[in-house]
């Protein structure tokens, strides 16, 4: 089956580092990506991983590991605007079609 | 260059309705995905169109259905509506080949009542 994993809430300080995994278990694991959804909004883009290793863009990183079904998004220099919900979804390529299973996405409180 | 538009934006209906959502793509993109997501939830995966046909499909049922016009923007219809249906129905657009780059619009909030 396919299932993704991942905290329903956590809490950090301004300044700090935060880290929130993910587990997944899929068939068809075609890339990895990672979402920042304000409330009330849209899922925005953060990170993109389809190879095992660490992906840096500014204050955030991703890291995978395909054989472990794991990923983490790395949030560094936490600002008050980062908190927000971040929702990690596995690609799935089935029948030459993609297809996105998302998590229930973790809540982040940045704490001033 | 436009983004992912949809409308409309709330949505009030009774139960046993129907109702029609729609969505533009972004500029060059020819593919689109329909999720719906439910309060404090991720977005659970509807159903996807490409070449205005039905490529994929999540576990939703028949009352879900959709359709793709030639220049490629989508409509979500969805029928006797259920209290359950209440969520907020995003559509995302992508290219086709280039699946990564999948650009969400803002959504349409549903409200079933």
């Known amino acids: 089956g396919q299932n993704i994993d991942q905290p329903t809430e956590m809490t950090a300080t301004e300044g700090a580092i935060v880290q929130i995994n993910c587990t997944y278990q899929?068939?068809?694991?075609?890339?990895l990506f990672w979402y920042q959804q304000h409330a009330g909004e849209a899922p925005t883009f953060l990170s993109y991983?389809?190879?095992?290793g660490l992906e840096e863009k500014g204050r955030f990183s991703s890291f995978l590991s395909r054989s472990k079904g794991y990923s983490y998004l790395l949030l560094k220099e936490l600002q008050m605007k980062d908190s927000a919900s971040y929702l990690c979804a596995v690609r799935d390529l089935t029948s030459g079609t993609y297809k996105y299973i998302f998590g229930t996405g973790t809540r982040l409180k940045v704490l001033a | 260059d436009a983004g992912v538009t949809q409308s409309p934006t709330h949505l009030i209906k009774t139960r046993g309705q129907q109702v029609t959502l729609r969505c533009s793509p972004k500029?060059?993109?020819?593919?689109v995905s329909w999720y719906q997501q439910a309060l404090g939830q991720g977005p659970q995966f509807i159903f996807q169109?490409?070449?205005?046909?039905?490529?994929q499909r999540g576990n939703f049922p028949d009352r879900f259905s959709g359709h793709q016009f030639p220049n490629y923007s989508s409509e979500l219809n969805v029928n006797a509506l259920l209290l359950g249906d209440s969520a907020l129905y995003l559509c995302a657009s992508s290219l086709r080949g280039r699946g990564y780059e999948q650009y969400f619009g803002p959504g349409t909030r549903l409200t079933v009542t």
């Open positions: 169109y490409y070449e205005e046909e039905e490529r």
């Open positions: 991983n389809v190879l095992d």
């Open positions: 899929t068939s068809g694991f075609n890339g």
């Open positions: 500029s060059g993109h020819d593919t």
